[in-house]
């Protein structure tokens, strides 16, 4: 089991690291677009006239982003496996999730979105003013991943009520995963690919969210039980990832 672990782990690494390279080596093309000086405007629907994701320019870096979130994800939910199969890993790993949610919440907050702050003109008031749901539910997106990294960061050093500590992972995975299948993309050209694309994320999170509740919270749960669902839980993040690697629009 160990040495099967072991090969994934270096397998999924290599094809992320992989996908990576690749998105980081078009990712010049796609943020030159960003660091255009023209100023984008808000349309009367509050889409960010020709900067939206229906743009060539915005397809590509949101899928940019999107595998950039993959990797980090892949990333920790393998520091989760190795630590659900107690290999001796060294005591930082445990802060490999909240670390990568950290840097995910930072991107989606701070450069997720084509044609909006801080890459162009439209700053925070005008995206809330714009009332455009998509730009709105990405931005809350971000302060989801950096609440849930607090609330683990906390219960991992020791300083958080345990019994109760992995509510807000829990919970806000939950949350966030159910509220992939409303996701808006208003009138995206790839709406329906993108809608089941997310769908299957919503899925592969609910299952994740419910492997980590029943790992923590499973009423009289043996240790050997308790151990498999966290298994679950770090390979439903793993997968999660991966979808997360391949995501195109």
Not at 145 to 158: D, H
Not at 189 to 218: N, Y
């Amino acid at each position: 089991m160990k040495w099967w672990c072991y090969r994934l782990s270096v397998l999924l690494v290599m094809v992320s690291s992989s996908c990576l390279s690749n998105a980081l080596a078009q990712a010049p093309a796609h943020l030159h677009g960003a660091t255009d000086t023209s100023v984008a405007t808000v349309s009367p629907h509050g889409h960010t006239s020709g900067q939206g994701e229906e743009s060539p320019e915005g397809m590509d870096f949101s899928e940019f982003h999107h595998h950039v979130a993959g990797f980090f994800i892949v990333v920790f939910g393998l520091a989760e496996l190795g630590n659900a199969l107690r290999y001796p890993l060294p005591l930082w790993t445990r802060f490999m999730l909240p670390g990568a949610l950290t840097a995910i919440g930072l991107l989606v907050l701070f450069g997720n979105d084509h044609g909006v702050w801080p890459i162009r003109s439209l700053d925070v008031l005008d995206t809330v003013r714009s009332h455009d749901q998509e730009l709105i539910e990405h931005k809350l997106y971000g302060v989801l991943a950096l609440v849930i990294a607090l609330c683990e960061a906390l219960r991992r050093s020791g300083r958080a009520w345990q019994p109760l500590a992995a509510a807000p992972l829990v919970l806000l995975t939950l949350a966030g995963s159910l509220w992939l299948f409303v996701h808006s993309h208003g009138e995206h050209p790839a709406f329906a690919k993108i809608q089941f694309q997310h769908s299957l994320l919503g899925i592969v999170g609910i299952g994740a969210a419910l492997s980590k509740g029943f790992a923590s919270w499973l009423p009289s749960a043996s240790p050997h039980v308790t151990t498999r669902w966290e298994i679950a839980w770090a390979g439903s993040e793993i997968l999660f990832g991966v979808l997360l690697l391949v995501y195109s629009e």
